[in-house]
């Protein structure tokens, strides 16, 4: 029996261990903030249920082979306790999160060689507590290398592509580029579809050109067309999309901000490149929170 701890089982971390639930030989976990009974997901495979154990403090708990980390950057804090009781000498850790620093927080707590960055698409909305829509089935890129095959081999009776990239620097900020853009959907608080205005998709053009500039000093191989690329993205997408950003601010919580927009502004900062619309988009949905 394989055990899996998820930390955070919301529209990523929920979607992710409902689909690892359907495995019987995995020994599944979720370690929520707020309980629920069961993991109901519309999938485009259609609608799956599981019913994981539901832990709602670490205490009790015992070491796992895998824990996956699901929780915002901003919730990195309230997530170190779970690792504490989760993380044995054979643990591996994967951290499920947007932007270019996974890793960063779990440093010096976790082993290098059992700590894994993960890159996801998997667009993925909570209507309440353990209910989601999985709008695609998606993917999840992680560096190849140590972990990387029992990683996949978690997901191969799933719909999820696991991937192993060479390049995890170049995967990671080509997202980056994806989800700077979404901040204007949280600044107007429209979903998807709004790329489809010519003036707003330029505005998210910019943000991505100023992705790809600071990407590529920090050595990621992005191409010129990123912009629209990300752009054709949008508007392919359902039209009601929500990301996750926009979903936090709709939802009256904290954002990841630094983590998507801000960073780029800080690294930016770094090699003496401008990122005055990323800098904006900080400034003003801070402002819109405080
Ligand atoms: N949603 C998406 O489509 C995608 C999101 N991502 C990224 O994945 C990461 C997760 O995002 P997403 O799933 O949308 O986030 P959600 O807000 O839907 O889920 C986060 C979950 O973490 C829980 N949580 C917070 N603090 C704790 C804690 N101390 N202990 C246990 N659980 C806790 C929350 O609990 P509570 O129920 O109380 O709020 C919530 O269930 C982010 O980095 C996001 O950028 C990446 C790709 C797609
Ligand atoms: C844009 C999207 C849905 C892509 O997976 C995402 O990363 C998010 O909502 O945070």
């Given amino acids: 029996m394989t055990r899996i701890a ?10 992710l261990a409902a689909w690892l639930a359907q495995n019987p030989g995995h020994d599944v976990t979720v370690c929520v903030r707020t309980p629920f009974e069961r993991l109901e997901v ?36 309230g997530t170190m306790a779970w690792l504490d009781a989760l993380v044995g000498f054979d643990t591996t850790v994967v951290v499920l999160r947007n932007g270019v620093e996974h890793t960063a927080p779990f440093e010096g707590r976790i082993a290098q060689t059992h700590l894994v960055p993960a890159v996801v698409d998997i667009p993925a909305e909570r209507s309440a507590p353990g209910k989601i829509l999985q709008r695609r089935n998606g993917w999840i890129k992680v ?43 949280a600044l107007v608080l429209k979903p998807a579809g709004i790329a489809h205005d010519e003036g707003a998709a330029e505005v998210m053009r910019s943000l991505v050109r100023e992705c790809v500039a600071v990407g590529r000093a920090e050595g990621a191989d992005l191409s010129d067309d ?33 983590a998507r927009n801000g960073v780029i502004v800080r690294r930016g900062a770094v090699h003496g490149i401008a990122t005055p619309a990323n800098a904006m988009v900080v400034a003003l949905l801070s402002a819109a929170a405080s």
């Avoid at 998820?6 to 979607?15: D, F, Y």
């Avoid at 912009?227 to 990841?256: C, F």
Wanted: proline share 9%; glycine share 10%.
């Fill in 6 to 15: 998820v930390i955070g089982p919301g529209a990523v971390g929920g979607t």
């Fill in 42 to 77: 519309e999938t485009p495979e259609g609608p799956i249920t599981a019913s994981p154990r539901v832990a709602t403090s670490p205490e009790g708990l015992s070491p796992v082979d895998w824990v996956f980390v699901a929780t915002k950057t901003y919730d990195t804090q």
């Fill in 143 to 185: 560096p190849a290398g140590y972990a990387g095959g029992a990683l996949a081999m978690l997901f191969v009776e799933t719909p999820i592509q696991l991937q192993l990239v060479d390049d995890f620097t170049t995967e990671a900020w080509k997202k980056l580029a994806l989800n700077c853009a979404g901040a204007v959907n």
């Fill in 226 to 258: 990123l912009p629209d690329q990300v752009i054709a993205g949008y508007r392919a997408a359902d039209p009601g999309s929500v990301n996750s950003l926009h979903a936090d601010r709709a939802a009256g919580r904290p954002m990841e901000l630094d």
